[in-house]
């Protein structure tokens, strides 16, 4: 199920709060049952905060953090060692994010000291965009 994928290295106690959570916002919308659009957005409001409607960046702010948040994907897409890109959102969220990528990391593997480098750099490309396209 996507609940797994959504999910690693999760705890059994964070499962079950973002399985309640599910719940609750299949409740909001009078859903008959959850389903992975509840699971999703449980997992987004768990892992970054609730979405801030309050907060309205201008088109340039959005453009900004999109590509701060592209240079994060792109480079855990490329790089060997770094961890695959799960989900990118420019969605400002409550915790103090202007948006996020999750990555999903390999728990079964020793680190070598490349994948760490790879992992550093993915880290970085988030900044690293923004010097490139916008030159600050």
Same mark, same amino acid.
């Given at each position: 199920? +996507? /609940? $797994?994928? /959504?999910?690693?290295?999760?705890?059994?106690?964070? @499962?079950?709060?973002?399985?309640?959570?599910? =719940?609750?916002? $299949?409740? #909001?919308?009078?859903? +008959?049952?959850?389903?992975?659009?509840?699971?999703?957005? $449980?997992?987004? +409001?768990? *892992?970054?905060?609730? %979405? +801030?409607?309050?907060? %309205?960046?201008?088109?340039?702010?959005?453009? #900004?953090?999109?590509?701060?948040?592209?240079?994060? =994907? @792109?480079?855990?897409?490329?790089?060997? &060692?770094?961890?695959?890109?799960?989900?990118?959102?420019? @969605?400002? #969220?409550?915790? &103090?994010?202007? !948006?996020?990528?999750?990555? *999903?990391?390999?728990?079964? %593997? /020793?680190?070598?000291?490349?994948?760490?480098?790879?992992?550093?750099?993915?880290?970085?490309? !988030?900044?690293?965009?923004?010097?490139?396209?916008?030159?600050?």
């Amino acid at each position: 199920m +996507r /609940l $797994a994928s /959504l999910t690693p290295g999760y705890s059994g106690a964070e @499962i079950k709060n973002i399985c309640n959570e599910s =719940a609750i916002l $299949a409740a #909001r919308e009078n859903a +008959r049952s959850v389903n992975s659009k509840h699971f999703e957005n $449980a997992n987004d +409001r768990i *892992l970054a905060g609730l %979405k +801030r409607d309050t907060v %309205k960046l201008t088109k340039e702010e959005l453009r #900004r953090v999109a590509f701060h948040e592209a240079g994060h =994907a @792109i480079s855990g897409w490329f790089l060997k &060692g770094a961890a695959p890109t799960l989900k990118v959102t420019i @969605i400002p #969220r409550s915790k &103090g994010s202007l !948006g996020f990528s999750q990555h *999903l990391p390999n728990e079964f %593997k /020793l680190t070598t000291k490349e994948d760490f480098h790879d992992q550093l750099v993915t880290l970085l490309a !988030g900044r690293a965009a923004e010097e490139l396209f916008f030159d600050n």
